[in-house]
């Protein structure tokens, strides 16, 4: 709140009138779009014009609230939101603004505003240079001036919703703001190897087998800066405010920083949008509809790890009470069922006695068997079975490549045959559905069906029909394009090079080697019992050797 002094021809901070005394409040506002229009709307050719007004009406006790760069479809205006105050508290006689479009764009919201000044607390309003006075009553030029101020903010957003997705589409970034990790402006990205190590261990630790929360307990405990702080002491600007405790991480704020593919070395546009510029809520895209433009600036994470990262992601795990987490947590399937399999464990147990039971099992209640089998007996088959490949792959490496690839190609034809077959089926049903819809019409246009009947049948044809085309697009659109290639031998050769050796499983090399293993219900065969397990691999699949059985005795 300001006011005008008279001696020294300056706003100073303005004070409440004295008490039974009401003020006259002029409001002001200039929006970053207003500004092309010149001076005559800066805010103190606004200040100057309203202060002018008053001394020829005697209006006094004259008070000034201003929102300088706020556009007026935000009504939580800090100067808009003061004098508001003033106003439910009674102390408010007249407010005046110099065109009605000052008070806001937004025509619903301004319209009730009116009648909360007029009625609700006798305020009189007044909008100088479009001669609107309540107290001479409101005419209907008022809501037509009302319509055409909110037709302002909508066409300037569809133009610059036009220019970024303009932007967005030629691969410049839209994004303002530089992800912790890098360095540089919204033109070129470098990588800032002191934060970029922060997220290379985010990363690795989440590979391990650590999430969140426990990622962020340790970089607590490690007194590593969080990105806002850590951009606050190099300098840079951040919009989010730092906590009292420099090194506060939030395991929110690890799961962005593994969400974000930037990271990859990928720019990425078109993940939010506001419904309308009415409305400042943040969506978030689904993956499908980002545009991702690679290899624009320097990877900190390759695109393998930041890919199973977001897999196991999707299959988030929390430790058990006892503070323990399984090895294939998230990782192990019922074969009958394929349900996931919990791990469970005890306090005070060994680790003998934690295992596996089908999560479908539910005491004998469910609809399926318990799958029981113990953790150690797991890890030992699957540490057998990847032993067993890797020493394949290393001593027969052109006959694995030629197995993996062979195999695929005839999984992409199985594939592309089903698909086929579903479209002509979709198609088919399509042409079947525009039989029966004019059947149904003709039957109500003579008298046939009745009106309900007739849009009962019509509207669930019609949603069927809209659902059939759109599957039978999408079917079209993959046949045309192919299926993408499921395998990548060469990555797994580059993984499978990384280790000389595996002697033990450990949640890192689990996470890196294995998608998932598959446990079968226990046989008994001459009194003992037998378990078949199927692992499947991370980019080959479930692998197949010569000679070789993936079956074993626990």
Known sequence: MWQYEEKTGKYIPGKAPAE?????????????????????????????????????????????????????????RPGFSEMMEQVEQGRVKTIIVKDHSRLGRNRLVVGALMERFTE???????????????????????????????????????????????????????????????????????????AAQVVRDIFARFMEGQGPTQIAKSLRASKVLTPTRYKLEKGLTTPDRPSADPYEWHSRTVAGILDRMEYTGCTVNFKTRKKSYK?????HLSPEEWKIFPNTHPAIVDRETWERVQELREHKHRPTKTGKRGLFSGLAYCADCMSKLYFRTYHGSTEDKDNYVCSNY????????????????????????????????????????????DRDAQEQRREMARKKAELSKAEKRVKELDGLFQRVY??????????????????????????????????RRELEQGQEQAVNVSQFLALVRKYTEVRELTPTIVNEFVKMVIVHAPTKVNGCRSQFVQVVYNLVGEVTIPETANSKTA
């Open 120 to 194: 609700d607390y006798g305020v009189r309003y007044i909008a100088v240079t479009d001669g609107i006075d309540s107290d001479k009553g409101l005419d209907d030029m008022v809501a037509v001036r009302e319509l055409f101020n909110e037709f302002y903010p909508r066409d300037t957003s569809k133009k610059i919703r036009a220019v970024f997705t303009s932007k967005g589409n030629s691969g410049q970034r839209l994004c303002t703001q530089v992800p912790y990790g890098y360095k540089g402006d919204k033109y070129g990205w470098e990588v800032d190897e002191e």
């Open 20 to 76: 039974g005394q009401k003020m006259t409040a002029c409001y002001t506002r200039l929006s970053q779009e207003d500004e092309g229009a010149g001076d005559s709307d800066s805010i103190l050719n606004q200040r100057a014009l309203l202060l002018k007004y008053c001394a020829d009406h005697q209006l006094e006790n004259v008070r000034f609230f201003s929102d300088d760069g706020w556009s007026g479809t935000n009504f939580d």
């Open 442 to 475: 003709e039957d109500h246009a003579t008298g046939k069906l009745t009106e309900e009947r007739y849009t009962r049948l019509s509207g669930a044809y019609e949603a069927e029909q809209r659902e059939l085309e759109a599957r039978a697009a999408e079917l």
């Open 279 to 283: 409305s400042k809520k943040v969506l």
């Open 362 to 405: 539910k005491s004998n209640t469910g609809s399926c068997t318990i799958h029981f089998i113990r953790e150690k007996v797991l890890t030992a088959l699957v540490l057998a079975h990847l032993q067993t490949t890797l020493a394949y792959v290393r001593e027969n490496e052109g006959e694995f490549v030629r197995l993996v690839m």
